[in-house]
């Protein structure tokens, strides 16, 4: 049976995909590549270990900080045009890394990296759902794989590129890869020119969210110090001016919030946000406990995550058929139901004592049941707004996503602390284990009942069977 045209894929789709991800791929990469080279980099460059953390922390942080400006920009000069600029400010400020001659120069333009990077995720993932349309789930399970294999590889590629060359070509290796991305994105994607639409800059909006956000993020990765606290106030106070001058902007305003308003939306960033934090949550939780608790070492303990990912990675090739058999609403209220499934035997673990046996099937049941949410979520966040409103649309559900991620791991991990500082001997860490543990299955008991509000199917789709 032929497909309407609507559930035909646009001629060529599948090469603007792979393009748009190579990007995506490109800046989740560089966002993990240094992890494992912080000490290395601190003996070559005469720097302390605290100075020289910040080549990861300014990058993450330049990530969030033109985040903001994705939906403006788009509009104003469009899709291609900005997706070419920021990957060639990406691949030029590599180049400048693999140049820096100290600690301050190899920040400063890692932070550069940064304002570049922040942007490829959100395009990309702008322009596979404008070319997917009601196929997003299927296209965005297949794109998604690169970029889930981008944190397993970069600790490996960094580590034989040390082991080979110097620490330069962490950042130099980017300028022949960045450079035929450049051209295929270049010869393969469309000229969307048409679909600008140019208007003014928020700049109140863009003044009070962009600090905003960089500081939330930065006072989550340090809750426990008094900088940290007032950065989490600070950010606090700027959402909230935000979120009043928005208010008053209406669709001028960096970010329209009526797009909240709609209540297909609205349940996909609640989901969105509830997911993404809980992933990174439970990403923190795990290690610890197998590090602290069973007194694993790390090495042993990233052999035991594998599970996690690979579950989602047998799991995402398949959400394009899976969501149009099940439809969205079940199948993402049934994939965290898999994952509260697999992540309560945590609670038995840590009462009763390490297994692997009970843990590999209940990370890779939890892999399973996290990948069944995300893109049926993003999915009907995207079909509930207007094609011209997908710019606008994508900013706000990547900002959502990155405030979920430390907020609900950041209660995890002050509730863990609380726990573990009222114990007053080991005999009962593994108490203070299985209560976060329980405070992560609450979280994903609400992940449940975020997932039922989404909407049975796409709208004009068959039924579910």
């Known amino acids: 049976m032929n497909l309407p045209p609507a ?22 990469l560089d966002a993990t590549v240094v992890n494992v080279s912080l000490a290395p980099l601190a003996v070559e460059l005469h720097a302390g270990l605290p100075a020289i953390q910040w080549v990861m922390s300014g990058y993450l942080l330049a990530l969030a900080l033109t985040l903001p400006l994705n939906g403006w920009l788009v509009d104003r000069i469009g899709a291609r045009a900005l997706y070419l600029w920021c990957f060639a400010a990406f691949t030029l400020s590599s180049g400048l890394c693999g140049l820096a001659w100290s600690a301050p120069s190899l920040v400063a333009f890692r932070v ?16 596979v759902a404008r070319v997917a349309g009601r196929n997003m789930a299927q296209v965005a399970g297949i794109a998604a794989l690169p970029i889930l294999l981008a944190p397993l590889l970069g600790p490996v590629a960094a580590g034989a590129i040390l082991h080979f060359a110097s620490w330069r070509w962490l950042f130099l290796v980017n300028l022949p890869v960045g450079g035929l991305a450049l051209a295929l994105a270049a010869t393969v994607l469309p000229d969307d020119r048409q679909d600008t639409r140019p208007r003014g800059l928020d700049l109140t909006g863009l003044a009070l969210l962009s600090p905003g956000l960089v500081l939330f993020l930065y006072g989550s990765d340090h809750a426990c110090t008094r900088t940290g606290g007032a950065a989490l106030a600070v950010s606090v106070i700027l959402f909230a001016l935000y979120y009043r001058a928005a208010r008053a902007r209406g669709d001028a305003a960096l970010i329209d919030l009526r797009l909240f308003g709609g209540r297909n939306f609205s349940a996909a960033i609640v989901a969105l946000f509830m997911l993404n934090g809980i992933s990174y949550a439970g990403q923190m939780l795990v290690p610890i406990y197998l590090v602290r608790a069973c007194g694993l070492s790390p090495g042993q303990t990233g052999w035991l995550m594998a599970p996690l990912g690979l579950g989602m990675m047998c799991t995402y090739p398949f959400m394009g058929r899976l ?13 965290a139901l898999l994952a509260l499934a697999g992540t309560l035997p945590l609670i038995v673990l ?47 559900m990547n900002i959502v996503q990155r405030l979920g991620g430390p907020m609900l791991t950041t209660l995890c991990a002050t509730f863990l ?16 284990f299985a209560a976060s543990f329980g405070l992560l299955c609450i979280l994903h008991a609400l992940l449940v009942l975020a997932a039922l509000r989404l909407p049975r199917r796409l709208p004009g789709a068959g039924p579910a069977p």
């Open 7 to 28: 559930d035909r894929l646009a001629p060529g789709a599948w090469r603007v995909v792979c393009v748009a991800a190579i990007g995506s791929f490109m800046a989740q």
């Open 112 to 127: 550069l990296q940064g304002m570049a990077g922040g942007l490829l995720a959100p395009m990309a993932q702008m322009m």
């Open 323 to 335: 969501t149009k058999r099940f439809g969205i609403r079940r199948l993402a209220a049934g994939g």
């Open 350 to 396: 840590a009462r009763h004592g390490f297994a692997a046996a009970v843990l590999a099937p209940g990370l890779f049941l939890r892999g399973i049941g996290i990948s069944a949410i995300g893109i049926p979520s993003m999915t009907s966040g995207y079909a509930a707004v207007a094609r011209r409103d997908l710019p606008m649309a994508t900013t706000a």
């Open 417 to 432: 602390g609380w726990r573990l500082s009222a114990t007053a001997g080991a005999a009962t860490v593994p108490g203070a």
